[in-house]
């Protein structure tokens, strides 16, 4: 089972905090330390010190770490434009020398673009401004060198784009897309990605969302004769604790008003984590990210690294 740490810096985390667990996690043995990116947090409560750009702070600590993998669960297709969103992931994957993910979904969270003067168009239209983004992401990246990439959409128009830079992973990084989605999710999920992941429901709720991607693979014609197998991964919210109360004072947060919706996360004990990743594993996860709540917490990553880390082989 691949385990990765995900962050949620908006809630309230500088720079340095996060530099702090992602080298205390490339340390620990975690494969991944991958962050949210939102400009708001989704509760009643001030976050200080404000939010933190996901890909500055990426490229940040792509020069200060040197194996983990870094990227993000996941960036908002009406946050940037896909050309220089293309440009940006690329040049912080040549910087971290090929180790980026690039999670990319339609948007969802109106307050955050009301407040950042961010347009905020109708659902349907945000997903199909991500179907473009994807289309234009990945046509920069495989353009060969010397070509040139145009693309004519309804909602960007790119006219003999040098295509440059590329990513360090001849493939481009690998693009993740998640979500509760019923239909347009597993549709892209089964035309661009290399990722699926379902962010913090139950293993049940996580198993009919695999079906779903699994039989939109089979629609489109997908195989692994031309692809390599979709990695399916689970978000899991975590609490972890050597005692019941330790547990529960991390779960604290998890009691505050937001805006997300209802997650079903662990709260317990070590043994208790490592049952449910062994649930996510038996309906085909290979890949967990495991929320931490407080990134100042760093002896809860310590923990699980130290408890649970060297259970799952």
Known sequence: MRVSVFTEPHR????????????LAEESGFEGYLRADHYQSMGEELALPGPTDAWLTLAALARETSRIRLGTLVTSATFRLPGPLAVMVAQVDQMSGGRVDLGIGAGWYAREHTAYGLPFPSVGERFDRLAEQL???????RTP????FSFHGDHYQLVDAPALPKPAQ???PPIIIGG????RTPELAAEFADEFNMPFKSVAETAAAYERVTEACHRTGRTEQDRPPLTMSAGIVIAIGRTDAEAQRRAAPLHEKSALPPEDPVIGSPAQLVDRIGEFAAIGTSRVHLRFIDLAD?????LVAAEVLPQLG
Not at 145 to 148: F, I, P, R, S, Y
């Open 135 to 141: 289309k234009v992401i990945t046509g920069l990246w």
């Open 145 to 148: 060198v010397g070509d040139k």
């Open 12 to 23: 309230g985390a500088s720079y340095d905090d996060q530099l702090r667990l992602a080298r």
């Open 170 to 172: 001849p493939a481009g």
């Open 298 to 302: 760093l002896d809860h990553l310590e």
């Open 180 to 183: 509760r989605g019923p239909k």
